[in-house]
């Protein structure tokens, strides 16, 4: 596989303005943006670090796209709700999927041929209470659960990338998750009373979230730390009152409210709704980027 020309202008791009902080990871998802014929200014820097380590959709993981992931086990688990999922993955990563068979939740662990030899392979899982806990070692997982189901995520990854697509999250009240040297691509529909904390190192997040607009009351928050990386964020919230604040050490931020675009550069871009005190449904946004930068698109 050759290098083509948008992976090595693209990877140019992000090394200088991370001030040399990039991991193999960010290299690899640089490849998929293109930085075009023109000028760049400060702005465009921001948003195309966020689009760079934002595009996690296609991680790889361990060997960066060489060769297909081979199935080494599946397992179905009798689960009772709600469900909560305790996720810890080394040299690897994990997908939070959906599907339709209530009660029960699928595993498969799978693992991608890697350039490198790996001396250590591991899985191990427990259901006990309404909690699964899974631990896995240089191995992809991916866990599918019923809809409307899971009621928290915490998940630790390292050398990998963390992805949650679940169409009704209308009881997920918790997603926490500390990533290393990867990235973490979010789609959430249905949320309602949630609360979200989530720091990338060497990566980046890219998420698309909905909130519930016909909820007689609701308070939701959702944290980002980014270090070495970037974020796109973009929220659908109807009926919320809004309070933002956006923070750049190294990089820039752009937030958008509702159309009105608030930038910083090196500085904090706030914004807050003058009913958001009082108001019933709320919602807060702290998103926190060093070396890096930030695009977070806020409607409803």
């Given at each position: 596989m050759?290098?083509?020309?948008d992976?090595?202008?693209?990877?140019?791009?992000?090394?200088?303005?991370?001030?040399?902080?990039?991991?193999?990871?960010?290299?690899?998802?640089?490849?998929?943006?293109?930085?075009?014929?023109?000028?760049?200014?400060?702005?465009?820097?921001?948003?195309?670090?966020?689009?760079?380590?934002?595009?996690?959709t296609?991680f790889?993981?361990?060997?960066?796209?060489?060769?297909?992931?081979?199935?080494?086990?599946?397992?179905?688990?009798?689960?009772?709700?709600?469900?909560?999922?305790?996720?810890?993955?080394?040299?690897?990563?994990?997908?939070?999927?959906?599907?339709g068979e209530?009660?029960?939740?699928?595993?498969?662990?799978?693992?991608?041929?890697?350039?490198?030899?790996?001396?250590?392979?591991?899985?191990?899982?427990?259901?006990?209470?309404?909690?699964?806990?899974?631990?896995?070692?240089?191995?992809?997982?991916?866990?599918?659960?019923?809809?409307?189901?899971?009621?928290?995520?915490?998940?630790e990854?390292?050398?990998?990338?963390?992805?949650?697509?679940?169409?009704?999250?209308?009881?997920?009240?918790?997603?926490?998750?500390?990533?290393?040297?990867?990235?973490t691509?979010?789609?959430?529909?249905?949320?309602?009373?949630?609360?979200?904390?989530?720091?990338?190192?060497?990566?980046?997040?890219?998420?698309?979230?909905?909130?519930?607009?016909d909820?007689?009351?609701?308070?939701?928050?959702?944290?980002?730390?980014?270090?070495?990386?970037?974020?796109?964020?973009?929220?659908?919230?109807?009926?919320?009152?809004?309070?933002?604040?956006?923070?750049?050490?190294?990089?820039?931020?752009?937030?958008?409210?509702?159309?009105?675009?608030?930038?910083t550069?090196?500085?904090n871009?706030?914004?807050?709704?003058p009913?958001?005190?009082?108001?019933?449904?709320?919602l807060?946004?702290?998103?926190?980027?060093?070396?890096?930068g930030?695009?977070?698109?806020?409607?409803?």
């Amino acid at each position: 596989m050759g290098f083509e020309k948008d992976f090595v202008v693209g990877a140019i791009v992000l090394a200088i303005a991370l001030v040399g902080i990039v991991s193999p990871f960010l290299l690899y998802v640089s490849g998929r943006v293109s930085p075009g014929s023109g000028g760049v200014n400060s702005t465009d820097i921001g948003s195309l670090i966020s689009s760079i380590v934002g595009a996690v959709t296609h991680f790889k993981f361990m060997s960066f796209g060489f060769g297909s992931p081979t199935l080494v086990k599946e397992e179905i688990i009798n689960v009772t709700g709600p469900l909560k999922l305790n996720i810890l993955v080394k040299g690897g990563g994990v997908s939070v999927l959906e599907w339709g068979e209530e009660g029960k939740v699928k595993v498969d662990v799978l693992r991608e041929e890697s350039l490198v030899s790996l001396s250590k392979l591991s899985y191990g899982r427990r259901y006990v209470n309404g909690v699964l806990n899974i631990t896995a070692v240089n191995y992809i997982i991916r866990i599918y659960v019923p809809p409307n189901y899971v009621e928290s995520i915490n998940a630790e990854v390292s050398g990998g990338g963390l992805k949650v697509d679940v169409s009704n999250a209308n009881t997920l009240r918790t997603l926490n998750a500390t990533i290393s040297g990867g990235g973490t691509d979010l789609k959430l529909s249905k949320l309602v009373n949630f609360t979200m904390t989530i720091s990338v190192s060497g990566g980046g997040l890219d998420a698309h979230i909905s909130f519930l607009g016909d909820v007689k009351r609701s308070t939701s928050s959702i944290k980002v730390s980014i270090a070495g990386g970037g974020t796109d964020l973009r929220v659908d919230a109807p009926n919320h009152a809004f309070k933002v604040k956006c923070s750049a050490s190294g990089g820039v931020a752009n937030v958008v409210v509702r159309g009105e675009k608030h930038t910083t550069v090196n500085g904090n871009a706030t914004y807050e709704d003058p009913n958001y005190v009082n108001a019933s449904r709320k919602l807060s946004i702290d998103i926190t980027v060093s070396g890096g930068g930030a695009d977070v698109w806020l409607s409803g």
